[in-house]
């Protein structure tokens, strides 16, 4: 892999910040989501255990798009395993489908990594 892209600059290009942004952009969609539930929590009769875990998760994501700014490897690892336990959390606890998170995913998979895999050799 290596030889494929040696000639690949350290230097964040547009196409690495323009993914990492939306990716960041679907993430708070989906804490705003959370927000919105929270505020009716008590009209959803939603345990309060349930908020101290997805906000959680919704930190992880957000550190996981941080961590993959900074080029380390566990945030390539962390976030979409963060957003995927966002997406079933959401699905049991409240059987509701989240197009945010599927969305991110999507663009995590197709976008995200057309734009990180290239940068590979930079990450620690």
Do not use: C
């Not at 196409?15 to 952009?25: C, E, K, M, T, Y």
């Not at 349930?50 to 959680?56: A, D, E, G, N, T």
């Not at 998760?57 to 995927?84: Q, S, T």
């Amino acid at each position: 892999m290596d030889e494929n892209f040696k000639n690949e600059d350290p230097k964040k290009d547009l196409g690495f910040i323009l993914s990492l942004g939306a990716l960041l952009l679907f993430s708070l969609m989906g804490i705003g989501i959370d927000t919105d539930e929270f505020l009716q929590r008590t009209e959803l009769r939603i345990p309060m255990d349930y908020f101290l875990i997805i906000v959680s998760v919704d930190l992880l994501m957000i550190l996981g798009i941080v961590l993959i700014f900074f080029y380390r490897k566990a945030g390539v690892f962390l976030f979409p395993v963060a957003v995927l336990a966002h997406y079933m959390m959401h699905n049991y606890y409240l059987s509701t489908f989240l197009y945010t998170d599927v969305t991110n995913l999507f663009l995590f998979v197709s976008v995200g990594l057309l734009a990180f895999i290239p940068k590979w050799q930079f990450f620690k």
